[in-house]
């Protein structure tokens, strides 16, 4: 693990959770989108992977809708919580949680023989480690699944979204927590280099908590749609919102649908 993952979502997961727990807030309009689009390619239901699945959201909405939902995820709270999140809409008997490094996925999901149906990385989970890391994730993710399984790399940032509206700084909320982010991009090599800076409000002001240094590659669809080429994956469709389905545009996320074929 990298020092600046190893910190954001291990050792101060609790902070980072709380952003998390924002995004199960559209998690059903988002899950309706990929199952209209898995139901264009006749599944219906089967094995989903969720890679990077955080505290669940995805597995545990895949499960709603019929899925057999596994999420492999770095951080011991994350899957703890996750495991919460599973009892909490009653799905405990539909999914499965482990803790472990996608980079190890083989070894992870040693135990597991049957072959997956559907692979989810959403929330831009990629870009972390190396480029090959990313490679063999997919090219472990595709030797794990069917022939005419279906991947879905939702809600990802690109580099042409950050060629367009690049904002050095921002700031965002979450539950009693709130973020003050600088960022640097180098359009060269699509590298983001952002200092993320954590306070909890009392009254008028801002404690500060935390700061953390993260350091993370921007894809293009088209370098993207090349690795997942290389991992055996074959692009078949690119959309802006999985909830929409609206055509991506540099203005909209990353929703790639790719087939093992
Ligand atoms: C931006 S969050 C996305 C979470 C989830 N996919 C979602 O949409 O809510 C990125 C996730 O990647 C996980 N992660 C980072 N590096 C990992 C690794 N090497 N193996 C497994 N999970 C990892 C983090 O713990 C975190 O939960």
Not at 26 to 41: A, Q
Not at 91 to 104: I, K, L, M, P
Not at 229 to 234: D, K, M, S, V, Y
Request: charged share 25%; aromatic share 10%; hydrophobic share 40%.
């Amino acid at each position: 693990m990298s020092d600046w993952t190893r910190k954001l979502f291990v050792e101060r997961s609790d902070l980072f959770l709380k952003l998390m727990n924002q995004r199960w807030i559209g998690t059903d309009e988002l899950v309706n989108g990929m199952v209209k689009v898995l139901n264009s390619f006749g599944i219906v239901s089967g094995k989903l992977l969720d890679l990077c699945c955080g505290n669940g959201r995805i597995s545990v909405h895949m499960a709603k809708r019929g899925f057999d939902s596994i999420g492999v995820d770095i951080s011991k709270s994350f899957i703890e919580d996750a495991r919460a999140r599973a009892r909490e809409y009653n799905v405990s008997d539909q999914v499965t949680f482990r803790e472990g490094d996608v980079r190890n996925l083989k070894t992870v999901l040693g135990d597991i023989s049957e072959l997956f149906d559907v692979v989810v990385s959403v929330w831009t989970s990629i870009g972390y480690y190396s480029k090959d890391d990313d490679l063999s994730v997919f090219q472990q993710a595709r030797e794990l699944s069917r022939e005419g399984a279906v991947l879905c790399v939702a809600e990802t940032t690109h580099s042409d979204f950050i060629s367009l509206k690049f904002c050095p700084t921002a700031y965002s909320e979450a539950d009693d927590i709130f973020v003050l982010e600088n960022r640097k991009y180098d359009q060269a090599t699509s590298h983001m280099s952002s200092s993320w800076a954590f306070y909890s409000r009392r009254g008028e002001d801002l404690i500060f908590i935390d700061r953390m240094q993260i350091e993370h590659h921007i894809y293009s669809l088209s370098e993207l749609a090349s690795i997942l080429g290389r991992a055996g994956w074959t692009v078949v469709a690119f959309y802006g919102s999985l909830s929409t389905l609206q055509p991506m545009s540099p203005l909209t996320s990353l929703n790639i649908i790719a087939r093992a074929q």
